[in-house]
């Protein structure tokens, strides 16, 4: 049995686009529509009762296409709504691919994990990493400045690495080896977290982490798709549609500009 239906992919904006394109890498067949909460980005600072309401809106309007699967490509989302949805379809986060990962590459067993304020305030990180390997030790720190310098273009700027290097001083003072880069921003981070880090932190990618998590999910199940659309690709925002190529092109690769359209979500 496979599964030609829409894998519904969400996030507060266009961050979610860098589990997007790490989708395609590894499973080119798969049909997507994407739908980035422009208008009501960010998600990261939001209390969780909001962010239950936008996130039951956000897949209720993926819903209205003919999906099998909804991914929340967005960290905050994932930690914090995760067990307040009861779907009738599965729903995939980026935090169990990113933790599983991060267990496997660990050595001295001392994982940092970076997100936005609700992510590192949720611990759901710090649990499903425990849930899976007890004697993990975890730290764990917000880095809410991160996303504005990587929406600007300045995520290689001396400034940012100014920032950096205080975020993430203490994971220098834990020793870690592996750093969950828990928000879908700041894998475009990974040459300032580098230059402060060393090279011997491994940088986990919560999106590409997803990707793979998402591959397995579907060949484990039988709902591969075999067959692409017509449009395989659909593109949804919720603010207007024009001045997002810059950002779109930084996380995807490439220009979609045309194919976006715009929704109103308070509808959802
Ligand atoms: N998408 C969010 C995340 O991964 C980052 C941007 C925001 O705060 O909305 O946590």
Same mark, same amino acid.
């Given at each position: 049995?496979?599964?030609?239906?829409?894998?519904?992919?969400?996030?507060?904006?266009?961050?979610?686009?860098?589990?997007?394109?790490?989708?395609?890498?590894?499973? @080119?067949?798969?049909?997507? #529509?994407?739908?980035?909460?422009?208008?009501?980005?960010?998600?990261?600072?939001?209390?969780?009762?909001?962010?239950?309401?936008?996130?039951?809106?956000?897949?209720?309007?993926?819903?209205?296409?003919?999906?099998?699967?909804?991914?929340?490509?967005?960290?905050?989302?994932?930690?914090?709504?995760?067990?307040?949805?009861?779907?009738?379809? @599965?729903?995939?986060?980026? #935090?169990?691919?990113?933790?599983?990962?991060?267990?496997?590459?660990?050595?001295?067993?001392?994982?940092?994990?970076?997100?936005?304020?609700?992510?590192?305030?949720?611990?759901?990180?710090?649990?499903?990493?425990?849930?899976?390997?007890?004697?993990?030790?975890?730290?764990?720190?917000?880095?809410?400045?991160?996303?504005?310098?990587?929406?600007?273009?300045?995520?290689?700027?001396?400034?940012?690495?100014?920032?950096?290097?205080?975020? !993430?001083?203490?994971?220098?003072?834990?020793?870690?080896?592996?750093?969950? !880069?828990?928000?879908?921003?700041? @894998?475009?981070?990974?040459?300032?977290?580098?230059?402060? !880090?060393?090279?011997?932190?491994?940088?986990?990618?919560?999106?590409?982490?997803?990707?793979?998590? #998402?591959?397995?999910?579907?060949?484990?199940?039988?709902?591969?798709?075999?067959?692409?659309?017509?449009?395989?690709?659909?593109?949804?925002?919720?603010?207007?549609?024009?001045?997002?190529?810059?950002?779109?092109?930084?996380?995807?690769?490439?220009?979609?500009?045309?194919?976006?359209?715009?929704?109103?979500?308070?509808?959802?």
């Amino acid at each position: 049995m496979m599964n030609n239906k829409y894998i519904g992919v969400f996030d507060s904006g266009l961050g979610g686009l860098t589990f997007v394109k790490e989708l395609m890498k590894v499973l @080119p067949d798969e049909n997507i #529509v994407y739908f980035g909460d422009t208008g009501r980005v960010p998600y990261g600072t939001r209390s969780t009762e909001t962010l239950i309401k936008y996130a039951k809106g956000d897949i209720n309007f993926l819903k209205t296409f003919d999906i099998k699967l909804i991914v929340i490509a967005c960290g905050t989302v994932s930690s914090v709504v995760m067990e307040h949805l009861n779907e009738d379809i @599965p729903v995939i986060g980026v #935090v169990e691919g990113a933790s599983k990962k991060a267990c496997e590459m660990t050595k001295n067993k001392k994982v940092g994990i970076i997100g936005t304020s609700a992510t590192i305030k949720s611990n759901k990180y710090e649990q499903t990493i425990k849930n899976i390997d007890s004697d993990i030790k975890t730290t764990s720190f917000a880095c809410p400045l991160f996303v504005p310098f990587v929406e600007n273009g300045m995520a290689d700027s001396e400034a940012a690495y100014l920032v950096a290097k205080e975020y !993430l001083d203490i994971f220098k003072k834990e020793g870690i080896d592996t750093l969950i !880069l828990g928000c879908t921003h700041y @894998p475009h981070m990974t040459n300032t977290i580098k230059k402060v !880090l060393g090279d011997n932190v491994t940088l986990i990618d919560s999106g590409a982490s997803c990707a793979d998590y #998402v591959k397995d999910y579907l060949i484990k199940n039988d709902m591969l798709a075999i067959k692409k659309q017509d449009e395989q690709y659909k593109y949804f925002v919720s603010d207007s549609t024009s001045d997002f190529s810059k950002i779109a092109n930084l996380f995807l690769g490439k220009n979609i500009d045309s194919l976006v359209k715009k929704i109103d979500i308070e509808k959802y």
